[in-house]
């Protein structure tokens, strides 16, 4: 059974930094291509970003180019998304996301497991 378990989500003040963390269990992490999703209140699960199983190749949402990085340790199977210069509307439960196959910017559907999510609140 593979599980997909976020971390490191919070309240942090406008500005602040956050690095949200998802550990795989049940499959080595390199077996997967990863993504990270987000889910404001009210809103459909939104793309964010997504690194390739090698780690060569990694993807954004257009608009957060340069506030977010994705990253990965397969030898500690987790990926890692690091979040600056957060804003109030960045506010949303952050999920990773595994998938098998590779694709550009598969949809939400398109991912083979999920995980719970984290909540991370921004303050104004």
């Known amino acids: 059974q593979v599980l997909l378990v976020e971390s490191g989500g919070g309240l942090v003040q406008a500005a602040g930094s956050l690095r949200l963390s998802c550990t795989v269990s049940?499959?080595?992490?390199?077996?997967?291509?990863m993504g990270w999703f987000r889910q404001r209140p009210g809103k459909e699960r939104e793309f964010v970003a997504s690194?390739?199983?090698?780690?060569?190749?990694?993807y954004y949402e257009d608009s957060e180019k340069g506030r977010l990085t994705i990253s990965r340790d397969d030898a500690k199977n987790t990926v890692y998304l690091q979040m600056n210069s957060l804003k109030a509307e960045d506010t949303a439960v952050y999920y990773c996301?595994?998938?098998?196959?590779?694709?550009?910017?598969?949809?939400?559907?398109?991912?083979?497991?999920w995980g719970q999510g984290t909540q991370v609140t921004v303050s104004s």
């Open positions: 690194i390739t199983r090698s780690g060569s190749s990694t």
């Open positions: 049940g499959r080595t992490l390199s077996t997967f291509n």
């Open positions: 996301a595994a998938r098998y196959a590779f694709k550009v910017n598969p949809s939400v559907d398109e991912y083979d497991y």
